[in-house]
């Protein structure tokens, strides 16, 4: 069973490009998180998704920030018009939600840097 | 919503020391915490996780103990190793919402 996989691994934008980050949840996960983490920082939550559905994106920036998770595919973190403050790490989590909160299992990271 | 503090920042053990990391949280619904390791450039890890009808709870080296009363709960490490040396992080979960600290960089020293 593959664990959540993200990609790219390393991504590198100049300043008004378009990053869309894919990450592919745990085989019967359901449900998707996404984290950023800026150096020496915490993780803060940014959105939670089921498929096709957003649940909870309060932690996520209300302009140029957007996520989808469909039915088909991965989910995609799309940030448009990218400013150097963007460079960090986007951490991807999944669930499998059985009715009672259980653990969180992350992806590898895509590390975005803007330039 | 959820706020979750977690203290130290940064912690510096000698080897063969024991290592505390300490979390608040605000949410008394919050009834399931875990705690998440993270080396340098890699994907946080549980290590471990306590729910709120237990107390206490131990794996080898590592325990974490939650007071639901005080709405605070504790990583405890023994006998420190190198290997141990990476950032912490507590959080607090409630239904499928993880409200995660800012961790705590331990630094092991051999």
């Known amino acids: 069973n593959a664990g959540v996989m993200q990609n790219p691994r390393h991504l590198v934008r100049r300043r008004g490009q378009e990053a869309r980050l894919r990450c592919s949840p745990m085989?019967?996960?359901?449900?998707v998180y996404w984290y950023r983490q800026l150096p020496e920082e915490g993780l803060k939550f940014m959105v939670y998704?089921?498929?096709?559905?957003?649940?909870?994106e309060s932690g996520m920036p209300k302009e140029r920030f957007s996520a989808e998770f469909p039915k088909e595919g991965p989910s995609i973190l799309r940030i448009q018009q990218v400013v150097r403050g963007d460079s960090a790490a986007y951490f991807c989590?999944?669930?499998?939600?059985?009715?009672?909160?259980?653990?969180?299992?992350f992806g590898e990271g895509s590390r975005l840097t803007v330039l | 919503g959820e706020n979750v503090e977690q203290h130290p920042s940064t912690l510096s053990v000698q080897e063969g020391d024991s290592a505390v990391i300490k979390c608040t949280y605000s949410?008394?619904?919050?009834?399931?915490f875990p705690w998440y390791k993270q080396e340098l450039g890699k994907r946080p890890q549980l290590i471990i996780d306590?729910?709120?009808?237990?107390g206490e709870k131990k794996d080898q080296r590592i325990a974490v103990t939650l007071n639901k009363t005080a709405k605070h709960f504790s990583l405890h490490i023994t006998e420190t190793q190198p290997e141990d040396s990476a950032v912490y992080f507590c959080?607090?979960?409630?239904?499928?919402?993880?409200?995660f600290g800012t961790g705590t960089s331990l630094t092991v020293i051999p």
């Open positions: 085989k019967g996960h359901s449900h």
């Open positions: 959080a607090a979960s409630k239904g499928n919402q993880f409200y």
């Open positions: 989590a999944s669930s499998p939600w059985t009715g009672d909160t259980g653990e969180l299992f």
């Open positions: 949410d008394s619904a919050s009834n399931y």
């Open positions: 306590i729910r709120s009808n237990v």
């Open positions: 998704l089921q498929k096709e559905n957003i649940i909870d």
